[in-house]
Nanobody, 125 residues
Framework: VQLVESGGGSVQAGGSLRLSCADSGFTSTNRCMAWLRQAPGKEREAVAIIETDGSTAYADSVKGRFTISKDSAKDTLYLLMNSLKPEDTGRYYC????????????????????WGQGTQVNVSS
């Protein structure tokens, strides 16, 4: 399984970015997928999760600003990030697990099977 993120970059506060994650080799129909981020000096945290059936959950810090979605036909996961803040700066990772349901547990304990290399997001004030 390979997960490849793209779409990161530098943006001013209040701006938007859309991250993409293309997956290949993932044959399981049960897939819980997520976006996580790691800021310098901080632990990696889950920011958005989408289950097999499309149910979603978000970290409190991004609710109302970020939207996770997936295009199953294209095997691509997205994260639309609006109203970006400097505290959103970090490296964003795509992750996947071969389970049907992972909420709410994985929001606080992200024990995913597969990880991408990440894409950097920098938000300036």
């Amino acid at each position: 399984v390979q997960l490849v993120e793209s779409g990161g970059g530098s943006v001013q506060a209040g701006g938007s970015l859309r991250l993409s994650c293309a997956d290949s080799g993932f044959t399981s129909t049960n897939r819980c997928m997520a976006w996580l981020r790691q800021a310098p000096g901080k632990e990696r945290e889950a920011v958005a999760i989408i289950e097999t059936d499309g149910s979603t959950a978000y970290a409190d810090s991004v609710k109302g600003r970020f939207t996770i979605s997936k295009d199953s036909a294209k095997d691509t996961l997205y994260l639309l990030m609006n109203s970006l803040k400097p505290e959103d700066t970090g490296r964003y990772y795509c992750a996947a697990a071969r389970i049907r349901f992972c909420l709410p547990l994985y929001l606080s304990r992200p024990d995913f099977d597969y990880w991408g290399q990440g894409t950097q997001v920098n938000v300036s004030s």
